[in-house]
Each structure stands twice: as structure tokens, then as C-alpha cells.
């Protein structure tokens, strides 16, 4: 995702599976002079994680400090009784 650019990621269940929660990570460059640098300014910001519908977990993002960042959705599944 470039600087300045915000997306919606989302991870989906296999079929027949429900979205019992999710989670994220994000992979960046460290900033000239390390990661203490830029611990308080949040680079990159979380807007938002949450079930998307009953089968996907979307996370949106925005990226405000490097050239280019990877993001990275994850949703916990599991097939679940009626």
C-alpha cells in the first residue's frame, strides 16, 4: 500500500465455515534511525477490524508514513453448529 493510501483487506472462511474472530500484522521498512523513532506517530493506522458478514473479517488501513507497506488479514474460522 503507498504512503498516503488507505485499502479494506479482507480474509474469508472456507465454505461451510463461520468468522469467529481475525486479526492482522503489518510489515514495514524501520524508519532511518529505527523503530523508536516513529513508536508514537503511528505510521500506519487501524481504522477499523471487524466481521464481514458471517464468513470474513476485514481490517482497513491507512498508511501515513512509508513508501510502501504490507498488510496482512487473517480471519479464525470453524464450522459451528446450528
Known sequence: MPRQDGAVVVARCP??????GGG???ETPLPPGGADDHMDAR???IDFQRPAGASSWEVSFT???FDQVRVEV???CA???P
Open 15 to 20: 465454505a461451510g465455515k463461520m468468522v469467529l
Open 74 to 76: 487473517y480471519a479464525i
Open 24 to 26: 492482522w500484522s503489518i
Open 79 to 81: 464450522t459451528v453448529a
Open 43 to 45: 505510521p500506519v493506522r
Open 63 to 65: 498508511n501515513r508514513v
